[in-house]
């Protein structure tokens, strides 16, 4: 059986590679969504870059990194990733608000949603015993924490 540890750390790179082949389904193989709704999409996005799509990619921007951040933290148990990982969740999901809308096929849509659950995992085992005692743990290379076997006290 896999420890709770291991399965936490697996949930967290299948999330963050299925959401990565979910964005990149429908640029290889555009043909899954139907040329109609192809055409919509960029009616929809238009040629020109908006005020909109500029806070967007001005907001966006940096919770991508901040999420990149969280996620690496919170793979090496870092006390502050759980709760970065959180509020920067909220606020990717409030970015939705102010999106246009957006058509992707199935098997994109397949790939983003099992790793939106993926990373609800993620975020209730951060919370949740065992796993949120390791972000507890002082790491290793803490000066609080013995490094090995320690010389005898010369007198």
Avoid at 6 to 25: A, D, T
Avoid at 122 to 146: C, D, Y
């Amino acid at each position: 059986m896999m420890q709770p540890t291991q399965f936490f750390r697996l949930c967290i790179v299948g999330s963050i590679v299925l959401e990565v082949c979910g964005g990149v389904v429908d640029l290889v193989f555009p043909t899954l969504v139907p040329e109609p709704l192809r055409h919509a999409q960029d009616a929809i996005a238009g040629d020109d870059l908006r005020l909109q799509d500029y806070v967007l990619l001005g907001i966006g921007v940096p919770i991508a990194i901040t999420f990149i951040a969280s996620a690496i933290g919170m793979y090496i148990f870092r006390p502050w990733a759980p709760r970065v990982a959180l509020y920067v969740t909220l606020g990717s999901l409030m970015l939705y608000l102010f999106l246009d809308a957006d058509v992707s096929s199935p098997a994109s849509a397949l790939l983003s949603y099992t790793s939106a659950v993926l990373w609800g995992i993620v975020l209730a085992m951060a919370f949740l015993p065992p796993v949120n005692a390791r972000f507890q743990q002082l790491p290793a290379n803490s000066s609080m924490q013995p490094t090995g076997r320690e010389r005898p006290a010369a007198d």
